[in-house]
């Protein structure tokens, strides 16, 4: 089954404690992205990356890092230093942004992050 | 800047009766543009991809269409199933980034 798998599906974060959320994608999509959600609000990007070994911030990418050192994962790191990271987080993947035509997202499952 | 406003954002029809979710954009030479149906604690699920003005596309009950300024996602005869968040999506020329709207919540009643 090709797809997206994000992990862990719910996650818990203690005031000043780094997490980690995982992406995987099984799609060979060389460009993969992460989204913040939050009740009421569109999808905002956090970070984005077309290639392995290379990545770009997004619109918020403040308080956030990632990583691209293999093209199936791109994991997402909430860092101490969001102030506000309770959210729902998304991970999503197209194919090679210059393939020559317009290939849309496909998205991942989500993590919900609640800080507590 | 690259702006996207879907209406209404919330949107109660009875099962069967028709109607239209708009999404307005303003974009700096569009890509693409993209619906996506989003279920409450889940990932969007992709519905489709509008390149030009004039073009459509049909899945079932969703009609999606496209000009200059906005694109409308028509669902007809509705069923309590089709209740669900629609996402809009841009795409400029030239970039990787996708611009979202926030989303009409549909609720369909038996």
């Known amino acids: 089954d090709g797809g997206i798998t994000q992990s862990p599906k719910y996650l818990f974060r203690k005031e000043g404690q780094n997490v980690t959320l995982s992406c995987e994608q099984n799609?060979?999509?060389?460009?993969m992205y992460w989204y913040r959600q939050d009740p009421g609000q569109g999808l905002r990007l956090i970070y984005y990356?077309?290639?392995?070994?290379?990545?770009q911030k997004g619109d918020i990418a403040e308080g956030y890092s990632v990583s691209r050192e293999k093209k199936e994962s791109f994991p997402l790191t909430v860092t101490s230093a969001q102030k506000n990271p309770t959210a729902f987080y998304l991970c999503?993947?197209?194919?090679?942004?210059?393939?020559?035509?317009?290939?849309?997202?496909?998205f991942g499952p989500g993590t919900r992050l609640t800080v507590l | 800047e690259d702006q996207v406003t879907q209406s209404p954002e919330a949107l109660r029809l009875q099962e069967g009766e028709s109607s239209s979710l708009n999404c307005s954009y303003t974009?700096?030479?569009?890509?693409?543009l993209f619906w996506y149906r989003q279920d409450p604690g889940k990932g969007p699920e992709f519905l489709f991809t509008?390149?030009?003005a004039g073009e459509e596309k049909e899945k079932e009950r969703l009609k999606a269409t496209l000009t200059k300024k906005e694109s409308f996602l028509h669902i007809t005869a509705p069923k309590p199933e089709d209740s669900a968040t629609y996402l809009c999506?841009?795409?400029?020329?030239?970039?990787?980034?996708?611009?979202f709207g926030s989303g009409t919540k549909l609720n369909v009643k038996p």
């Open positions: 999503a993947s197209r194919t090679h942004p210059l393939a020559g035509s317009y290939n849309e997202q496909f």
């Open positions: 799609l060979n999509h060389d460009a």
């Open positions: 990356s077309q290639i392995v070994n290379d990545f």
């Open positions: 974009v700096s030479g569009l890509r693409g």
């Open positions: 509008l390149y030009s």
């Open positions: 999506a841009v795409q400029a020329r030239g970039f990787n980034k996708f611009y």
